[in-house]
């Protein structure tokens, strides 16, 4: 019941926001701080996670085809798709639910139970529109930008992690990878990304928008933000594969 | 004033970030699609009836180098082939008239094409349609090979068969059977054989019989006279080791002789002389011829010689 009553919630929440998406001048400002906070500020991490992904994948891939059945340049072909279709996006989506989720609830659940949003109502703005929309807006256009950095260095974290390890030189992993190689892998990844910054975003902008009672009342709002966002993006994922692939 | 600074710190930054993203995309497609980073690609365009496995990313060869990589494959349904997009990435021209080989991999390489230069010195442009081949690789040659083979092994089978159906009715005509005939013959022969056997096989039986006991009886004998027969090998034994020595001093006197022979044959010694000499036998055959002759004429006239001689004297 109460599951149905968030569903409702959250979508009328999503209607408000669409129907103000028109209210360009209302959220600009805040539009950008959000592109810089949740795009800018996250290549470090992003970075991070699609180096390690693609070194730990390749050295485990070839640990895991340790026969002299294939070419070697086969762990290219797999780390490269690997990442392309599936890591790149997924992995930063569950470590940007964390980083972004929990940012977005606890900082929206804060002005709520401090009643910034009822000050802002008060004056005449339309929260939803100055607080929701920059939100989504970044979250959807910032992560496919993040996954392309994510899947670049993850490819290039593997390559150098099999040259490095002398597992295949990096003229082989990249020959694999060619072979490979399908531009539409990169536009289902971007798709995937895509999806998961608007679950991302728009989950936590709902969980922090609904927060209630006080501090605690704010801790269970990100808890639950960054929960959801995650069973959410692999939700998401499993249902994008299942329909695109 | 501050606020509308810190907006386009804010701008800048996101600027910033698309534009990276949008160039790494960018220079990761190009390298991931194997194509020159700055330069624009130059495409060739190749129909191949069927293209065995060939995939996007495999490599395009002159005389075994790299110049590029296979961009695209399309099956065109109304012309039942493949257009092949290839997209060339070394620094050179293709002659008109060049044509690009397919060539069917190893046990395990991957499909490449081959572009085969002509001597034309006229250079096709960049995005024209140049000639497709198939080599069906070293597989491709030996089923080729083998269905030649196949072929005269089937017309040398048929030739074989054919001999053996003349062979066959040579042999077994009704009319010249020697075979046949000589089969017949054998066979009664045999028959003739088990009649002759059948008809005589009480005396056969007897005569084994009969056999037996000539061996039993002789059996018996040696029973019988066994020390008799012991001392007679032992004497024999003796007997034949004096037989050895006797022909061991005879060989030895056979081959003086023979040494003696020799030495006559080769007309050494006065007997070998004698032998082979002549002048002593037409000595003897003179003398005994004046001889004669001497006899002749005391007969004739005894006192011619006789005169001076005394008898008395003679005596």
Known sequence: MNALKQLGQYTLLLYQALRSVTEFSTYRQNLFSEFVKIGYQSIPIIMLVGIFTGAVLTLQTAYQLDTDLYPAYIVGSIVAQSIIIELAAVISGLVLAGKVGARISTELGTMRVSEQIDALESMGFNSVAFLVIPRIFAGILMFPVLYIIASTLGIIGGLVAGAADGILPAAEFMKGGRLFFFPEDVVFGMLKSFVFGFVITSISCFKGYYAFGGAEGVGNATTQATVLSCIYILLADFVLAAILL | ?315
């Not at chain 2, 991931?32 to 060939?54: E, H, I, N, T």
């Not at chain 2, 039986?205 to 009886?217: G, H, W």
């Not at chain 2, 001497?294 to 004297?313: C, T």
């Open chain 2, 1 to 315: 004033m501050n606020s509308e600074k810190f907006s386009t710190s804010n701008e800048l930054k996101i600027g910033l970030t698309i534009l990276v993203a949008i160039a790494i995309a960018f220079v990761g497609f190009r390298i991931m699609r194997d194509q020159p980073l700055f330069r624009q690609a130059k495409f060739l365009y190749v129909k191949f009836d069927r293209v065995d496995g060939l995939l996007p990313g495999n490599v395009v060869h002159i005389k075994g180098f790299k110049v590029g990589s296979v961009k695209e494959l399309q099956y065109l349904f109304k012309e039942d082939s493949t257009l092949v997009t290839l997209s060339i990435t070394a620094d050179f021209n293709v002659p008109k008239g060049s044509k690009a080989i397919l060539k069917e991999p190893g046990p395990l390489g991957a499909v490449t094409i081959e572009i085969i230069q002509s001597t034309n010195s006229e250079y096709i442009e960049w995005g024209a349609s140049i000639d497709g081949e198939i080599d069906s690789g070293i597989f491709g040659t030996f089923a080729d090979k083998g269905e030649e083979l196949a072929d005269k092994l089937t017309k040398s089978l048929k030739d074989l068969n054919s001999l053996l159906v003349k062979v066959d009715s040579s042999l077994y005509s009704k009319n010249k059977d020697p075979i046949n005939s000589t089969l017949t013959s054998f066979e009664k022969i045999g028959r003739d054989a088990r009649q002759l056997l059948e008809k005589r096989k009480a005396d056969i039986d007897s005569m084994i019989v009969s056999m037996s006991n000539i061996t039993q009886n002789f059996d018996d004998l040696t029973e019988e006279n066994k020390a008799e027969i012991d001392s007679m090998l032992t004497n024999l034994s003796i007997a034949s080791a004096e037989l050895e020595v006797l022909s061991k001093n005879l060989n030895k006197t056979t081959t003086s002789f023979n040494q003696v022979l020799d030495k006559i044959n080769s007309k050494e010694g006065s007997l070998g002389k004698m032998v082979y000499d002549e002048s002593l036998y037409n000595n003897l055959d003179s003398l005994s011829f004046n001889l004669n002759e001497l006899i002749k004429n005391i007969q004739k006239d005894p006192k011619k010689y006789l005169k001076h001689m005394r008898l008395i004297e003679v005596f």
